[in-house]
């Protein structure tokens, strides 16, 4: 079995928190300018940043709350894991396989012919793939899953 999925730690729980540290480093630098400097910068800057990094965290989460955990390839079917749930999806039964380039992390979706126990779409991170240095070309584990998927659709008909 090879691991086709790479650790989302990073977008989950890294990155909200270097978010919030920029957001306390923004509010700390604003209190001391206004407290030491007698500066007259006015609450809706304030307001405007916590907006923004408030904003970032809702989105950043939205697009991480779903992702597997761990996607092990076992030639015929994935073993799927999502926290304390597993799941084995054989090849037969994805319907499409889809990836998104336009964002800052590539996301592999695996919608399913019918719901399993980890719902009807399956996301994960593909490994080997630094999207951030190649914002526009498919993961290799896009590409190989589609076309195994089409192989295994056509000998089932």
């Given at each position: 079995?090879?691991?086709?999925?790479?650790?989302?730690?990073?977008?989950?729980?890294v990155?909200?928190?270097?978010?919030?540290?920029?957001?306390?480093?923004?509010?700390?630098?604003?209190?001391?300018d206004?407290?030491?400097?007698?500066?007259d910068?006015?609450?809706?800057?304030?307001?405007?940043?916590?907006?923004?990094?408030?904003?970032?965290?809702?989105?950043?989460?939205l697009?991480?709350?779903?992702?597997?955990?761990?996607?092990l390839?076992?030639?015929?079917?994935?073993?799927?894991?999502?926290?304390?749930?597993?799941?084995?999806?054989?090849?037969?039964?994805?319907?499409?396989?889809?990836e998104t380039?336009?964002?800052?992390?590539?996301?592999?979706?695996?919608?399913?012919?019918?719901?399993?126990?980890?719902?009807?779409?399956?996301?994960?991170?593909?490994?080997?793939?630094?999207?951030?240095?190649?914002?526009?070309v498919?993961?290799?584990?896009?590409?190989?899953?589609?076309?195994?998927?089409?192989?295994?659709?056509?000998?089932?008909?």
């Amino acid at each position: 079995m090879k691991r086709i999925s790479r650790n989302h730690t990073f977008y989950t729980r890294v990155y909200p928190a270097l978010l919030c540290v920029a957001l306390l480093v923004f509010m700390i630098e604003w209190g001391t300018d206004v407290a030491f400097n007698g500066s007259d910068r006015s609450v809706v800057e304030v307001l405007v940043g916590w907006s923004i990094g408030a904003f970032m965290f809702v989105v950043v989460w939205l697009r991480t709350r779903d992702l597997a955990d761990e996607v092990l390839d076992a030639d015929d079917h994935l073993i799927v894991r999502m926290g304390a749930k597993s799941a084995r999806v054989p090849l037969i039964d994805i319907e499409s396989v889809h990836e998104t380039l336009f964002s800052n992390f590539h996301r592999v979706e695996l919608k399913l012919t019918w719901p399993g126990p980890l719902g009807s779409v399956i996301t994960f991170l593909p490994a080997g793939r630094l999207s951030f240095l190649i914002p526009f070309v498919k993961s290799v584990v896009a590409e190989d899953l589609t076309r195994r998927v089409a192989r295994a659709q056509r000998t089932e008909s």
